[in-house]
């Protein structure tokens, strides 16, 4: 038997030079990027209620979050969950090198530099208490692919990967069926019989096939071991009956084509400054020229197949992008569940990478592919922090909100501690402007945009209970209703007015938002 270290350098030695590579520039790359928000403390609105959170989450089919999350244990510890959701997104890296037969250093690198930089991540780092979770149903989806490509039945391990990367987060579908189309379509140009090619291209759909039905069954055995059902929160209740109707499968078209072109033009994440339309202008620029060399090369134009496929390229990719949103058309599609479309910018790099050096006269293209990659890791990264920036200027505007707010709470006369406090929640814009100047760069990136971390009247309850020490009364959403619409709580001024604060039969109002009835 080997020695612990015999047996390291016996895995070592198994572990290709293009592997290690992926590995440590995703690490430390990731670890340059987003380092400010792993050492500190800063919660986002959903942050405030999940200091403990056990990531039971099945009633929105997240049957394996609980798992996936308890590595880190159930507390928000930014820097441990941090390191672990980076090792997985290296490993992500070095599974995508692999799968994409990247062999060029440069290359590798900026691949790396793409997947840690691309703003969905800063999104998702926003909400740290679930990061390390999510990175793993990234690593799993990856790897399916990667199983399937691999071995002839590689698509039975890659269809139990899928099934528990879609039961630890379902969006990251969409990069597993990217990644498998790209495959297809480098497996078509490969010198096969049609045979072998049809063969190979089927283990993609057996893979989804069975990934997906594992992880309905799951999810459906699990559901009434626990006595749950399916939450209406962001549709997922609809996953049943989707597309039942012949209406409703037009509209869920429709509404993922136009949010494809809307996202991808002007969501301003892919183009959110004259840096990183240039640079993705140019990479796109670079893969159509490679594409076009081969094309002639190979003489694929003279068969109608070529252009057949090319047609179904560009009506399938937008549904396949937004898997999610096809399914469930009502959903609130966060930036943190459009991780995929970093999936394009990553194969345009790596298709040119592959075949471009092979072409005639193509070098320059290669050339043009590294620097427009390289600018996207950069640009991507300042994006990042920018973004970082603003959640924490929001943390420290709702820490001294909060502290006067508090205080005119505790000198209301006729307060008492634990008297019950009706509050809304939101913050009033007109006696508190807004202050954001980050809008520009970050008005898409959810968690870290904006002026304040509170919305609803737990948001204040939490904030004040875990970051003043105060432990306050305040009363459920749904006992508001009534209060909300009283001419006590109508006549009072917002805070910080005089009136903001009032007891009324024996309930202290709190009024903060700015609302003229």
Partial sequence: MLTPTEALQSLNRRIKREWKIAFLSAFILGLLIHMPVMLSDIPNHDGLDSMYFDQNMITSGRWFLMIACGFSSYYTLPWLIGVLGLLFLA???????????????????????LLVSFPALASTFAYVFTLDGYMLALFLAILAVLFTKKKRLGFLGGGICLAFSMGTYQAYVSVAMLLSIYCILMTLMDTLTLREKLQKSLRYLYMGLLGAGMYYVILQVLLRIQGKELDTYQGINTLESAGASGEGLMEMLAVSYRDFGAFSLKGNVLFNGWISAAAIIILGISAAWT?????LRKKWWKNPAFFVIMAL????????????????????????????????????TAFVSRYAKALPGNGAMQWCALLGAGALVFHYGVTDNIGYSNLEKRYEKTYAYCVRLLDRIEQTEGYYQGIPIAIVGVVGDHQFPLTDITGDVTSNMIGLN??????????????MKNYLGATLNFLPAQAMEDIYESPEYVEMESFPGKTSTKVVDGILYVKTENVNH
Wanted: charged content about 10%.
């Fill in 291 to 295: 594409l076009t060399a081969l094309c």
């Fill in 91 to 113: 490993l992500s890296a070095a599974a995508l090198t692999e799968l994409l037969e990247v062999r060029d250093s440069v290359a590798i690198v900026l691949i790396s530099g």
């Fill in 450 to 463: 904006g002026d304040s971390l509170l919305y609803t009247s737990d948001n204040y309850e939490a904030f």
């Fill in 313 to 348: 390229l560009a009506a399938v990719l937008p549904l396949v992008t937004n898997a999610i949103l096809f399914i469930s058309p009502d959903l609130t599609y966060h930036l943190l569940m459009r991780y995929q479309w970093v999936i394009y910018l990553i194969v345009m």
